[in-house]
């Protein structure tokens, strides 16, 4: 059993409605420990850089205008299995097949604003806590 880093964000939607202070509740509760966490306010380079992987995707300019149009929340987290734990606690992409509980269910309002993001691989979990972090800042 060893620890593993996961690279998270609560999106615009959710810190705008007031419920990034849940969302990290639920993060402690299930065992995560925040190792660096800052809001900020992602320009339109930042946007369709992250989202590069997407970018022949029908939703990928929406998906950039989402996350541009105000400030996220950018956490990374560490526990056992994290990357896996993580996207199980968020729940499905889409919150109409999100399990009861998960973050996607309790405070994403469609499948575009679904209240939060995680990595899907820890090659993408490094690359993703790069885009926003400095190694000084992971504590
Ligand atoms: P994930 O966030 O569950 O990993 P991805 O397929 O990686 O899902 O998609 C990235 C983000 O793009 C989603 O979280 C959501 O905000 C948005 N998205 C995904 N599929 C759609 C769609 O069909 N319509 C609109 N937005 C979508
Ligand atoms: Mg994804």
Do not use: C
């Amino acid at each position: 059993m060893s620890l593993e880093r996961t690279y998270a964000m609560i999106k615009p939607d959710a810190v705008a409605a007031g419920n990034s202070g849940k969302i990290i509740d639920l993060i402690e509760k299930n065992g995560f420990r925040i190792v660096a966490m800052k809001k900020l306010h992602m320009t339109q380079q930042q946007g369709e850089s992250f989202y590069g992987v997407h970018k022949e995707r029908p939703f990928f300019k929406g998906l950039v205008t989402f996350m541009t149009e105000a400030p996220i929340v950018a956490l990374v987290m560490e526990r056992e299995d994290a990357i896996a734990k993580w996207r199980e606690l968020m729940g499905a992409t889409n919150p109409a097949n999100a399990a009861e509980g998960t973050v996607r269910k309790l405070y994403a309002t469609s499948i575009e604003r679904n209240a939060a993001h995680g990595s899907d691989a820890p090659e993408t979990a490094a690359d993703e806590t790069r885009f926003f972090f400095s190694a000084s800042e992971l504590l």
